[in-house]
């Protein structure tokens, strides 16, 4: 009895007919040379852009004096809670807390100098509750 001893040809030839047994879809791909890459383009000339449309509501004078009046109170009722706290006694968190209490109240001025007053009002708002519920948490 003579033994055969396989090549690298039957090797070969075994793998491709078991690829093609098993429906494989990407036998061309994979057996493709690969293809050259498609040079890179220029970048396109960007134009100056412009900032975005800010959509705010159209107040009454009577209402942005309203919405002004309140920012402001916000604004300074939180300031006098922020210098109840002692941030050299506060947990990691709480540090993070009083930071974005600051935070708040600095983009409210901001808003409010720049007479966006339902803004001012939200941020201010924001920095108040935060205020509040850090100084509830340490008593």
Known sequence: MTQLRPTFGHFLA????????????????ILAPPTPSAPPSAPAKKEPSRPPAVLSPQLSPAEEDRL???????????????????????AKDQQETLSFIHGFLARGKAALANKEFQQAFNLADKAYVLAEELLSALR
């Open 14 to 29: 075994f793998v491709l007919i078991a690829l093609a047994l098993t429906s494989c879809t990407r036998l061309k791909e």
């Open 68 to 90: 002004r009046q309140q920012a402001d109170t916000r604004i300074k009722g939180t300031e006098r809670m922020v210098t109840r706290i002692d941030p050299k006694r506060l």
